[in-house]
């Protein structure tokens, strides 16, 4: 693993049809590995609108199989072209009626890697996820790439901590949370609780939202993506709140043995008191 990994997130809004939607990350894949990143993340089911400000059965047709789907097969080309890792959140079918929100891992030479299924699901005003999605089954993987040991969360899964520890004690070194979420609900958590689980599990975050106001309903998607050290510290600037961006950053790896030498939650951790978090 390299001292330093150039990573990035692509925020965007919705251009109205899932073709020119597919198009417009390829071309970020592109910006990104002329960047020189070696990683990307892209926004919670990045292909469409987030439809699940309705409930109408219309929408699962934008779920496909993973990994054996075309857009899986097309950013795999990609990935190996540009070698670099990419995540893709995005609406899968196991089968016909068995549907997930899933994020797919490819590395960097194009090897499908696996996927991480959205293990907690919202059904609230503007969020009616439960109409589209099955809980996640795939625990917490963290995927062994070519910049080291990724793992993913996704949207609103963030507020829960068991599964950022979890993912934490699987060895995860960057966890992405790609997201959807709104001006006028979560902004005030936004920028507090995933640089908290940056520090609490000592890894690198990489947060990503959508931005824009979409025809579906009237969520303001706000944007604001970026990247939490574990010093709970931004990397770089804070990505705009209303526009397209890009954001590209250099972790310095050497940061997570700094930090884990100096704050030692792991050694400190008391798995035989916590039972009473399993009851459900």
């Known amino acids: ?47 469409g609108p987030y439809f699940c400000q309705v409930q109408d059965p219309a929408f699962y047709e934008y779920a496909e199989a993973i990994p054996h789907g075309p857009i899986v097969h097309r950013f795999q080309d990609l990935a190996r072209e540009h070698h670099i890792v990419l995540v893709l959140p995005m609406y899968e079918e196991e089968q016909p009626g068995v549907l997930y929100n899933t994020a797919a891992v490819i590395d960097a030479d194009g090897t499908y890697l696996g996927k991480y299924r959205k293990t907690h699901i919202p059904q609230v005003k ?21 910049v080291g040991k990724i793992g993913v969360y996704i949207c609103y899964d963030r507020h829960f901590p068991e599964g950022w520890r979890a993912l934490g004690l699987e060895g995860a070194q960057i ?46 998607f706000y944007g604001t993506s970026y990247f939490a050290d574990p010093e709970g510290q931004f990397v770089g600037e804070v990505a705009d709140d209303k526009a397209p961006e890009l954001l590209v950053r250099d972790l310095d790896m050497a940061k997570l043995r700094e930090v884990r030498d100096r704050w030692q939650f792991y050694r400190d951790r008391a798995p035989h008191a916590y039972q009473p978090l399993t009851r459900p």
């Not at 109409?131 to 995927?143: D, I």
């Not at 689980?197 to 009237?218: K, L, P, W």
């Open 1 to 47: 693993m390299s001292p330093v990994i150039r990573a990035a997130v692509f925020q965007t809004a919705w251009t109205g049809d899932k073709e020119s939607m597919i198009e417009v990350h390829e071309q970020a894949v592109r910006d990104a590995a002329a960047q020189g990143a070696q990683v990307l993340c892209f926004q919670e089911l990045f292909y």
């Open 175 to 220: 966890v992405f949370n790609p997201s959807a979420t709104s001006r006028g609900l979560s902004r005030y958590l936004w920028q507090l609780e995933q640089p908290a689980a940056a520090v609490a599990n000592e890894y690198f975050v990489g947060a990503i939202n959508r931005v824009g106001v979409e025809e579906y309903g009237d969520n303001d």
């Open 126 to 146: 503007g969020f009616w996820e439960k109409f589209y999605f099955r809980p996640g089954n795939s625990g917490w993987p963290v995927f062994d790439t070519a």
